[in-house]
């Protein structure tokens, strides 16, 4: 397995660094499928006969494992090289599907918890690293855009998760064409089955293709000293155990926790959500099933295109700047959503549309952030420590969403008015969110590395 080491994947010299990004969006656009568990959640409730709470379970699960590995593997990660972690990634997020499809088929929940959850989990946090390092030491001219591509497509996987698991559920239901269907619990095991295959080969694809700089490799006509600095932007370099004793750690931890779980939630509430919104008095929602994975899919657009176009424009604005417009105008359209959200389907779809192509944006801008506070001197492993934000809001986004809604009625009887307390609580985190990110200060000259601490030369040069 030495072909897996650092060492055989450093890129040689001529090498184009245009052909990284594919290679981050070939695990990223895999591992982003975590965003469309919405469009099979309600056939797992019934599947289970158990609550939108209990099987909300799953996703937290995954998302509060996807922080802890990127937390604690974050160093490995920086130490054994892309392709190594990259492989890695792929084994355990193909076994979770598969252990999770031998759970759906025989009835037992737990085991979904341990395949999806647990074990997917892991995949998903050091599949979700593995790239982002590498794409800024390929990228210290534009740090912003390079973290917008790393992490775009995991907000983009829910674009192609989405319609093909529903043409794959109605392929494996013979019960597809009955009207107000819901998929059976064994297209559900077999939809499992056939995604951890798929995805496994083209997670497969960036394995091999993933490369890291030479020392000493820099963009061609790039001058270091001329990069754009100001009060917030460090030109030392902060060590991952010093990152967490900060303050500004801290205040990006909870601006990223409470922007997450405002969004985390609803995501995850997604197909049920469109559908409930344009219900009619008869019981019966004005958007069918397919319509609704439809706009999974179009929020996993938004979802992508934020995390580019937002990040991207961080490097313009600032980072501090653009989580105000983040936070301060996402409480805002969040107020919108609730209180006129069900009176025009486009209307909905505009709000949510851009509500959540900030969510993805204050994930791909985050990187960019830590480097620009601490530094580019293990900015992985603090990036990894920093996801455990995501993993307390991958618990406190559905449970709270998931918990109001259960207390207001079952699944396919909700309506619009059903999600107000829901929306209106995410505004107030947003607003906690706002003060918090105005508070970030340029970090203490005491936590800096010390200047005879050698310093890798991709560190040097961002």
């Not at 995991?154 to 998929?183: C, H, K, N, Y």
């Not at 990894?384 to 449970?399: F, K, Y």
Request: positive net charge.
């Amino acid at each position: 397995m030495g072909w897996l080491d650092r060492s055989h994947s450093v890129a040689p010299p001529g090498f184009n660094r245009w052909l990284i990004p594919p290679a981050a969006l070939a695990v990223h656009l895999c591992i982003g499928q975590a965003y469309a568990t919405s469009v099979y959640k309600t056939s797992l409730v019934e599947h289970f006969q158990t609550s939108q709470t209990a099987i909300g379970v799953i996703f937290s699960i995954a998302i509060v494992m996807l922080g802890l590995s990127a937390a604690i593997m974050g160093t490995w990660v920086e130490r054994s090289g892309p392709r190594k972690a990259m492989f890695a990634a792929a084994c355990f997020w193909a076994a979770g599907f598969l252990v999770g499809s031998l759970g759906i088929s025989s009835g037992q929940l737990w085991l979904v918890y341990v395949g999806y959850g647990f074990l997917g989990g892991i995949g998903l946090g050091i599949g979700y690293i593995s790239p982002v390092s590498t794409l800024i030491k390929w990228f210290p001219d534009r740090p912003g855009m390079a973290t917008g591509m790393a992490i775009m497509g995991f907000g983009g996987g829910a674009m192609i998760a989405s319609p093909m698991s529903t043409q794959l559920l109605r392929g494996f239901d013979p019960e597809s064409g009955a009207q107000g269907w819901v998929a059976s619990g064994d297209s559900v095991a077999k939809l499992f089955l056939t995604l951890g295959i798929v995805y496994f080969v083209v997670m497969m694809y960036g394995v091999f293709s993933i490369r890291v700089p030479a020392e000493g490799w820099r963009p061609n006509g790039w001058d270091p000293s001329m990069a754009r600095h100001s009060g917030l932007v460090t030109r030392n370099h902060v060590s991952a155990s010093n990152a967490i004793k900060t303050r500004q750690f801290w205040l990006l931890w909870t601006v990223l926790f409470l922007n997450v779980t405002a969004g985390i939630g609803i995501l995850e509430q997604a197909s049920p959500m469109i559908q409930d919104f344009f219900r009619a008095g008869d019981g019966v929602s004005a958007v069918s099933a397919a319509v609704a994975a439809g706009f999974v899919g179009l929020l996993s657009i938004g979802n992508m295109a934020g995390r580019f176009a937002w990040s991207s424009t961080s490097d313009l604005i600032g980072r501090k700047n653009i989580y105000m417009v983040y936070l301060g105008v996402g409480a805002l359209l969040y107020v919108g959503l609730a209180l006129f959200g069900g009176t025009n389907r486009f209307l909905f779809i505009l709000l949510a549309f851009v509500i959540i192509s900030f969510y993805g944006g204050g994930f791909a801008t985050a990187p960019a952030y830590l480097k620009d506070l601490f530094g580019t001197f293990q900015v992985g492993a603090i990036h990894g420590r920093l996801l455990t934000a995501w993993s307390a809001a991958g618990i406190a986004g559905p449970m709270i969403v998931n918990g109001m809604l259960d207390a207001q009625g079952k699944p396919g009887t909700l309506s619009a008015e059903n999600y107000q307390p829901v929306l209106l609580t995410m505004v107030a985190l947003l607003v906690v969110g706002f003060a918090a990110n105005l508070l970030i200060k340029p970090v203490d000259r005491k936590f800096h590395e010390p200047e005879k601490t050698p310093v890798p030369e991709f560190a040097k040069e961002a």
